[in-house]
């Protein structure tokens, strides 16, 4: 073989999307019986054969060079512009016997092309499969009207929400999400807000009226922050009624703090959103429910509904389980969020899917901070139903008789309370509260919080009795 065919094979490597061995890919393609005839098949086996050992030697020496595309000989480490090419060898050359150095100079272009293959693999860009099922977001056909905008939605709030776990002497309480209302540029400290149920370490009993849940405020809480690094929070305050804690954190980076819905409403399209152990985003479709608490709820929840084939991302791949088991965990104080990103609700799962909407959240979150770390609420002493949540035979029934198609029905009175001592009964109807038409239990619960922020801004202190004037039928 003669130098000027070398140069020629080796220059033409470099140029194919596959490095080839150099003089034997030159053979193939350069040779004069490569324009002949197919029957000159018996002269290119006699050139193949006429290759000595020592041409062979020469043919190994320049396929290493080449082959050096699939790794560095010289450097360990991974250098991100060099290219990666797939070695290749013509069939010609795979026999051992006859062409050994130019098989082991392959071979071993081969090794070190896939490991630097895996190297490249380990890249944030090109992750490998996940181990969680995809989101509603992927392959739920009728979410595809707004999967686009759902997606910018979840992207944009998914930055405000973070995972906590607590434990107490060392033993794990609970764990749940939250989101970050507040941060501080001077002392780096960021507040979170999430759900009691983090620091609650007695719940006896489901009925949420009889207030015999524990709370214990020296637990030690874990705030699990994006970047996989975790910091320790500062117990500030909890609110029982709504199930509301606030955290302090010290945290060095500027944190995303979300924006709330200003109305949330029946019917509408919404993602509740929370992240598992590992932190992967849980996302789960579903569709704001507005309907009459059961006796033992509070009055202030609005409701989630969802289909069971709006998937969880958090489910196994290979072992999917059912939607009810796993529904139980995991998003407890995380976001619904609606198709702009802002948050409707926190979630607070008790025995429904229930979240405290953002009407009540922002009311919440605003006393907070303006009384000294302070949710105050008015307690009536009575439960509700509404009527426009009625069926309509129902309402229209009311009207008929009674020209009464909206308000609030006295489901209990409580023993000794100042309603009782007015005469109000169960099946009494409050059509209006403080001289406003009030239709349903959220808007009761607005209204009661603006009582409140009303006496303090008045001057008012906690604990003391608010005159308030109530219709009723």
């Known amino acids: 073989m003669d130098e000027s065919h ?29 324009e002949a005839s197919p029957g000159s098949e018996t002269e290119r086996e006699a050139k193949k054969k006429r290759i000595s050992p020592g041409e062979e030697m020469e043919l190994a020496q320049l396929a290493r060079p080449e082959m050096r595309g699939a790794g560095d000989d010289h450097q360990d480490e991974f250098t991100p512009k060099s290219p990666i090419s797939m070695p290749y ?24 092309y896939n490991a630097k ?34 997606k910018k939605a979840v992207l944009r709030a998914a930055k405000s929400i973070v995972r906590l776990s607590s434990s107490v002497d060392g033993k794990p309480l609970a764990s749940c999400c939250g989101l970050w209302i507040d941060w501080e540029k001077e002392s780096k400290t960021g507040i979170v807000l999430t759900t009691a149920h983090l620091i609650r370490s007695k719940h006896p009993t ?19 922050l994006l970047d996989g690094t975790t910091a320790d929070a500062h117990y500030l305050y909890h609110q029982e009624h709504y199930d509301l804690a606030f955290f302090k954190v010290r945290v060095v980076e500027q944190v995303e703090l979300p924006l709330f819905s200003d109305s949330v409403h029946c019917g509408q399209d919404v ?17 704001v429910e507005d309907r009459n608490p059961v006796i033992y709820e509070r009055h ?36 619904v969020i609606d198709l702009d990103g802002k948050v409707s609700g926190l979630v607070n799962k008790n025995l429904e899917n229930s979240f405290v909407p953002s009407c009540i959240l922002d009311k919440c979150v605003d006393l907070w901070r303006k009384f000294r770390c302070c949710i105050p609420r ?42 009782e001592k007015l005469g109000i009964c169960i099946g009494d109807i409050i059509e209006r509260f403080n001289g406003e038409r009030v239709s349903t239990t959220v808007e009761l619960e607005n209204m009661l919080l603006d009582r409140c922020r009303d006496h303090l801004d008045q001057g008012g202190q906690l604990n003391e009795k608010i005159d308030v004037s109530v219709s009723y039928f």
Not at 273 to 286: E, F, P, S, V, W
Not at 306 to 318: A, E, F, G
Request: proline share 6%; net charge negative.
């Open 378 to 419: 008015l307690h009536l002493g009575m439960k509700f139903s509404s009527i426009k949540f009625l069926d309509p035979i129902q309402i229209e029934n009311m009207w008929r008789m009674y020209k009464i198609e909206d308000g609030l029905i006295v489901k209990e009175v409580s023993k000794e309370s100042h309603a």
């Open 6 to 34: 070398r140069g020629k094979a080796a220059e033409e490597g470099d140029s194919g999307p596959h490095s080839r061995a150099p003089g034997a890919a030159k053979k193939r393609d350069s040779s004069p019986d490569s």
């Open 271 to 287: 993602f509740r959103l929370g992240r598992d152990d590992h932190m992967n985003l849980r996302i789960t479709h579903g569709r």
């Open 206 to 224: 489901q009925n949420h009226w009889e207030g015999t849940d524990e709370y214990n405020t020296k637990s030690n809480v874990i705030v699990h």
């Open 89 to 112: 060898i013509p069939d010609e050359l795979k026999d051992p016997t006859a062409y050994p150095a130019t098989l082991a100079a392959f071979e071993e272009a081969e090794v070190k």
């Open 117 to 150: 293959l895996r190297r490249r693999y380990r890249l944030f860009s090109l992750p490998r499969e996940p181990e969680v099922a995809p989101s509603c977001l992927v392959h739920q056909r009728h979410l595809l009207p707004i999967r686009e905008p759902a």
């Open 300 to 335: 202030h929840y609005m409701y989630f509904l969802h289909q069971k084939n709006d998937c969880l991302s958090h489910q196994k791949k290979d072992n999917y389980i059912s939607h009810e088991k796993n529904d139980e965990c995991d998003d407890d104080g995380g976001s």
